[in-house]
Structures are given as C-alpha cells and as structure tokens.
Nanobody, 127 residues
C-alpha cells in the first residue's frame, strides 16, 4: 500500500485547510490511521487518529479545531483544520497501522507501530 497526502499550503491565522491522505493499493479492513505533524527542530507528534470502526482521538492542541474523517469507498482520510494558528505550522503526515489491535489506536500509539507513511504536505500559517 502507498499513502499520499495533499492539500497543504499557506494560510493566514484563523484560516482553514483540508488535508487528504489517499491510500492506494489498499486491501485492509482493520487499521489505525493517524495524522502527525513535525515542525523544524521538533519531534513528530501524533495529533489525531481514526480506526476502522470510526473511533477518533485528538490531541488537546487540536481538539475542537481539527476533524479527522474518512471516505472508505475512496480510501481517503481527511483532516479538516479550522482556526489555524502560526503554531500549527509544520509538515503534516498520514500513517497507517494495519497490524495492531484497533483498540490501541490513539494519538499515543507508538510511531514505530505504523506500517505505512506518506511523504508529507507542508502547512504554513502566518500571523
């Protein structure tokens, strides 16, 4: 399988973006999909997850502003980002874990458990 993100760009504070993560060659029915971000000099952090049962989990830093969703027919996971702030500036990645128990799917799920990663899409928020 292959993951590809798109939808990044530059916006002003308070703006919105919707990121997409398209999964090609996808044959999995049980999975944990996560969105991560990494700012320069920082570690890659998990910000939200969705599992194959539709359960979602959010980091406090994005809760109430970001929404993860999926279109199973199209094998796409979305990240709707509203109320963007300069501190949201980062490279955003999607990832998929297709082996672990989906009950473990959350933002604290270890990065090394994810089997597939996208190449990332840059989000830049100016003040």
């Amino acid at each position: 399988a292959h993951l590809a993100e798109s939808g990044g760009g530059s916006v002003q504070a308070g703006g919105s973006l919707r990121l997409s993560c398209v999964a090609s060659g996808w044959t999995y029915t049980k999975y944990c999909m996560g969105w991560f971000r990494q700012a320069p000099g920082n570690e890659r952090e998990g910000i939200t997850t969705i599992d194959s049962n539709g359960r979602t989990n959010y980091a406090d830093s994005v809760k109430g502003r970001f929404t993860i969703s999926e279109d199973k027919d199209k094998n796409v996971v979305y990240l709707q980002m509203n109320g963007l702030q300069p501190e949201d500036t980062a490279m955003y990645y999607c990832a998929a874990d297709v082996e672990s128990d989906t009950r473990r799917c959350s933002i604290t799920h270890p990065k090394y458990e994810y089997n597939f990663w996208g190449q990332g899409t840059q989000v830049t928020v100016s003040s």
